[in-house]
Nanobody, 123 residues
Framework: VQLQAYGGGLMQAGGSLRLSCAAS????????MGWFRQAPGKEREFVST????????VYADSVKGRFTISRDNAKNTVYLQMSSLRPEDTAIYYC?????????????????WGQGTQVTVSS
């Protein structure tokens, strides 16, 4: 599975942005998909994940109520809709894939990673 994340950019605080992650290969619906982020000087952290077919999703407390994860299996794409952006959301955002139906929140659980897309939020 190859993952390509895109959609990042420079936004003002309070704005919205949608990230996309396109996956190559078959059986996309058999993968749990996750978003992680890494800010300068900090460790990578979990943002959100979504499974299929249950559609179960989990969010980090820091983004709960502001970010929404979704997926379109027909397009092999997972999205992260980000709203009410804050300067502390500034980071490189990575999408990841893990074969299976379980919710995964640990980065070490994921097998495939995209290259990352930069999100910068100015105050």
């Amino acid at each position: 599975v190859q993952l390509q994340a895109y959609g990042g950019g420079l936004m003002q605080a309070g704005g919205s942005l949608r990230l996309s992650c396109a996956a190559s290969g078959r059986a996309f619906s058999s993968y749990a998909m996750g978003w992680f982020r890494q800010a300068p000087g900090k460790e990578r952290e979990f943002v959100s994940t979504i499974t299929w077919p249950s559609g179960s999703s989990v969010y980090a407390d820091s983004v709960k109520g502001r970010f929404t994860i979704s997926r379109d299996n027909a397009k092999n794409t997972v999205y992260l809709q980000m709203s009410s952006l804050r300067p502390e959301d500034t980071a490189i955002y990575y999408c990841a894939a893990k074969y299976g139906l379980q919710v995964r929140i640990k980065g070490s659980d994921y097998d495939y990673w995209g290259q990352g897309t930069q999100v910068t939020v100015s105050s």
